[in-house]
């Protein structure tokens, strides 16, 4: 295989019996292709594994940029490769391989490695995280170092660009064919079977000049064993039940999670992304989120039920004999599929009407009015859920009531105890609500409910349902003389009156106080983690040459405004996957073209275009503080999406910037591809992943959208305005 040689000559430029640069370039394409596909397939796994939130979300996604980039660096420590394209194609066969092995290994991490219902802290979380992307992570990065040495042996101009704008050109096709294959319901584990096999046989189809006839019967017959795994071998229906100690009797993939049923002493239970979301003996959740808020307007005739369908909620509305229709929306509709194969009672009532939409963006588009309005969600853990939690949203739900509706959701979860943190969430959440109402009312039970109004608001819980004749099996006089207890009472009224910021879309207080509440958990060393980060953050700056420094910058705004984009096209649009799939694609397409341009128009001036890039980088993130919190406003002013227009035209505008500066940048003459390759490619990896996991798990949360923007055009300007123009 490979000989490391310690006083190895650097990699000259050699002329080969045919020319190798199509087998690379292909190869790489297809490198692409497949990474991204299993990074997609891998994250969404370990999401469901560990607590799915942006903090997490951004531990595993540096985890992937910064292996890969270390591996970029194993494959420069590789001094003399003899038959380099050989293993190349081999390598892109065995990662698909490999990639198939991380994901069985992930589903075993629940229930094998962790128990079936711990909470794993940050650290167990990157960890796992590492050990198990570091196979595929590493050698995909060595790979693409030694595509780059191979089209320098080639006499190939500029081969670390060439690589380049090969791997985003196929990364795009990846996207798109993720995307497509998501919203078929392909479970993730079939999905990597079916693509190891597809790699497997593109290796057989490409080696006949690079491979023996030996591999090419291996790498097929591999490809055939792969094939019939994916297609007889139940691998969807195995790994599941690895995850599960009750016995799995449905699974579905969706475009927005996993959907697992379970069976268990014969109490059914529903999973999404590894949650709970409804027990079949679970009354209590059921009853607590609906008879507080109904209780208020006993003449109620249509009820808006946001979540909490699938955990039969919808059926205790109709206890109350004024109700004529409730109407249930779930963002799911793979969650809402299963509710209707087992658990039938749900929705069995000809008066409820379930749609399959996001909340936020039914709410937006419906001229529908309702009497009363419940957010049946867990807490505001991610930003997904934050934003059916802040100001904008309570405007929303009001414009939907009519006159004098009821407006309910609960947050927190009290036992006779109110933690600072507790109180600091209440405080916030009455604040947020009494920015639409004028009347609001806090009665705790399990969780802590709050009440908004226009009209009156009472705590006389149990004489209103006696007089309606509802008799609720768990919220009944006693249990509400017991929950509803003067002291109680005194208590959460005390809490939520604690002076506390309101909760906005791009400032989301709620989701920041449940996230110190969560890590409060843990003994984990934040201080000590946030200064490696700002540690790692200086060095980089201070240590890198003038030309990585700039492609390090450019990474981290590249990651930081993505995100960005991605937030508020959650917030203003919905969370439609489509929609985030089209904005991922383009992002990369923009790469590619910015890459594509950058080889068509050479430049003898290129340390000075580089640095144009950085300032066009520092000014786009100026662009986007300014437009980005705007765009509702230009879709109410214009009467058209206009705002999305200019999301997706600022989308394409910046990963073309980046694509061409990176392309630049790696066209530096140096002399040798095997230092260039890691050393450009891992300040890129690098600045993207300290961006992903500072902006996702700190910035956007604590500081908000303008200033994180505003930070990533500091941080270009400032290393462009340093950077000589020339030598």
């Known amino acids: 295989?490979?000989?490391?040689?310690?006083?190895?000559?650097?990699?000259?430029?050699?002329?080969?019996?045919?020319?190798?640069?199509?087998?690379?370039?292909?190869?790489?394409?297809?490198?692409?292709?497949?990474?991204?596909?299993?990074?997609?397939?891998?994250?969404?796994?370990?999401?469901?594994?560990?607590?799915?939130?942006?903090?997490?979300?951004?531990?595993?996604?540096?985890?992937?940029?910064?292996?890969?980039?270390?591996?970029?660096?194993?494959?420069?420590?590789?001094?003399?490769?003899?038959?380099?394209?050989?293993?190349?194609?081999?390598?892109?066969?065995?990662?698909?391989?490999?990639?198939?092995?991380?994901?069985?290994?992930?589903?075993?991490?629940?229930?094998?490695?962790?128990?079936?219902?711990?909470?794993?802290?940050?650290?167990?979380?990157?960890?796992?995280?590492?050990?198990?992307?570091?196979?595929?992570?590493?050698?995909?990065?060595?790979?693409?170092?030694?595509?780059?040495?191979?089209?320098?042996?080639?006499?190939?101009?500029?081969?670390?660009?060439?690589?380049?704008?090969?791997?985003?050109?196929?990364?795009?096709?990846?996207?798109?064919?993720?995307?497509?294959?998501?919203?078929?319901?392909?479970?993730?584990?079939?999905?990597?079977?079916?693509?190891?096999?597809?790699?497997?046989?593109?290796?057989?189809?490409?080696?006949?000049?690079?491979?023996?006839?030996?591999?090419?019967?291996?790498?097929?017959?591999?490809?055939?064993?792969?094939?019939?795994?994916?297609?007889?071998?139940?691998?969807?229906?195995?790994?599941?039940?690895?995850?599960?100690?009750?016995?799995?009797?449905?699974?579905?993939?969706?475009?927005?999670?996993?959907?697992?049923?379970?069976?268990?002493?014969g109490q059914l239970a529903l999973y999404e992304n590894g949650v709970p979301v409804s027990f079949s003996a679970n009354a209590a959740a059921a009853e607590e989120i609906v008879h507080y808020a109904l209780a208020q307007r006993p003449g109620a005739r249509s009820v808006l039920l946001v979540g909490g369908g699938v955990a039969g909620a919808a059926p205790e509305v109709l206890r109350h004999p004024t109700i004529q229709q409730v109407t249930c929306v779930e963002l799911d509709p793979g969650l809402l599929m299963a509710a209707r194969e087992h658990l039938p009672n749900a929705f069995a009532d000809a008066r409820i009407r379930v749609v399959a939409a996001d909340g936020r963006r039914f709410l937006q588009q419906t001229a529908e009015r309702f009497d009363v309005i419940l957010i049946a969600l867990p807490d505001p853990t991610t930003l997904q859920l934050n934003r059916l939690f802040t100001a904008e949203f309570f405007a929303l739900a009001k414009r939907a009531l009519h006159p004098a509706g009821v407006f309910a959701f609960g947050t927190g979860y009290y036992v006779n105890y109110i933690s600072p943190e507790l109180a600091a969430t209440l405080g916030s959440a009455r604040a947020t609500l009494a920015t639409a109402f004028s009347h609001v009312a806090v009665l705790p039970g399990a969780r802590v409910f709050f009440l908004g109004s226009d009209g009156p608001l009472h705590r006389d819980i149990a004489p209103a349902l006696e007089q309606l004749g509802v008799a609720p099996r768990l919220v009944n006089r006693h249990y509400l003389a017991a929950t509803l207890a003067p002291d109680r009472l005194a208590d959460v009224d005390r809490a939520s009156l604690t002076p506390a910021p309101i909760n906005t879309d791009f400032r989301p207080i709620l989701y920041v106080?449940?996230?110190?509440?969560?890590?409060?958990?843990?003994?984990?060393?934040?201080?000590?983690?946030?200064?490696?980060?700002?540690?790692?953050?200086?060095?980089?700056?201070?240590?890198?040459?003038?030309i990585p420094r700039l492609v390090f910058a450019a990474g981290y705004a590249a990651s930081t405004l993505e995100l960005a984009l991605l937030v508020t096209l959650q917030v203003c649009y919905g969370s439609l996957y489509q929609q985030i799939g089209l904005v991922t694609a383009l992002f990369m397409a923009g790469l590619a073209l910015g890459a594509a341009f950058a080889r068509r128009h050479p430049s003898g001036h290129l340390r000075r275009l580089v640095r144009t890039g950085g300032f066009a980088l520092g000014a786009l993130a100026l662009v986007c503080a300014l437009l980005l919190p705007r765009l509702g406003a230009i879709d109410a002013a214009t009467g058209t999406p206009g705002g999305y227009t200019v999301l997706l035209g600022l989308t394409l505008l910046i990963s073309g910037v980046v694509g061409a500066q990176f392309a630049y940048a790696a066209a530096q003459p140096t002399g040798n591809a095997a230092r260039q390759a890691p050393r450009i490619f891992s300040a890129d990896l690098v600045g993207a992943a300290l961006g992903a996991l500072t902006v996702s798990s700190f910035m956007l949360p604590e500081w908000g959208l303008v200033p994180v923007c505003l930070f990533a055009a500091a941080l270009n300007l400032a290393c462009a305005a340093v950077a000589r123009p020339s030598r």
């Not at 491979?211 to 691998?235: C, E, I, Q, Y």
């Not at 409060?520 to 040459?545: E, K, M, Y």
């Open 1 to 265: 295989m490979f000989h490391a040689a310690k006083a190895a000559p650097t990699d000259q430029p050699l002329q080969g019996a045919y020319s190798r640069r199509p087998y690379v370039i292909v190869t790489v394409g297809v490198l692409g292709a497949g990474a991204v596909i299993i990074q997609l397939a891998l994250m969404r796994e370990l999401l469901a594994v560990f607590s799915a939130n942006e903090l997490t979300f951004g531990i595993t996604l540096s985890c992937w940029l910064v292996l890969t980039a270390g591996g970029t660096w194993l494959g420069a420590l590789v001094r003399h490769i003899p038959h380099p394209v050989r293993h190349l194609v081999g390598g892109t066969a065995l990662l698909g391989v490999v990639a198939l092995a991380e994901g069985l290994a992930i589903r075993s991490l629940r229930g094998g490695v962790f128990g079936a219902g711990e909470t794993i802290d940050p650290l167990g979380t990157t960890y796992g995280t590492l050990l198990v992307l570091a196979p595929f992570c590493l050698g995909s990065g060595m790979l693409l170092t030694f595509g780059c040495r191979i089209l320098f042996r080639e006499n190939e101009g500029h081969p670390v660009a060439r690589v380049y704008l090969a791997d985003v050109a196929g990364a795009v096709l990846g996207a798109v064919l993720f995307t497509v294959w998501l919203g078929r319901g392909i479970d993730h584990m079939t999905l990597l079977a079916w693509l190891a096999a597809g790699l497997c046989a593109f290796a057989a189809g490409i080696s006949r000049r690079t491979w023996g006839h030996r591999f090419r019967l291996v790498a097929a017959a591999g490809a055939v064993v792969l094939a019939a795994l994916a297609w007889f071998g139940d691998l969807a229906t195995r790994s599941t039940q690895w995850q599960y100690p009750a016995l799995v009797v449905d699974h579905r993939t969706t475009p927005y999670g996993r959907v697992v049923v379970t069976r268990d002493a």
């Open 513 to 546: 106080l449940r996230l110190r509440q969560w890590l409060s958990q843990f003994s984990f060393p934040a201080g000590a983690f946030g200064g490696t980060l700002v540690l790692v953050f200086v060095t980089a700056l201070v240590r890198l040459p003038a």
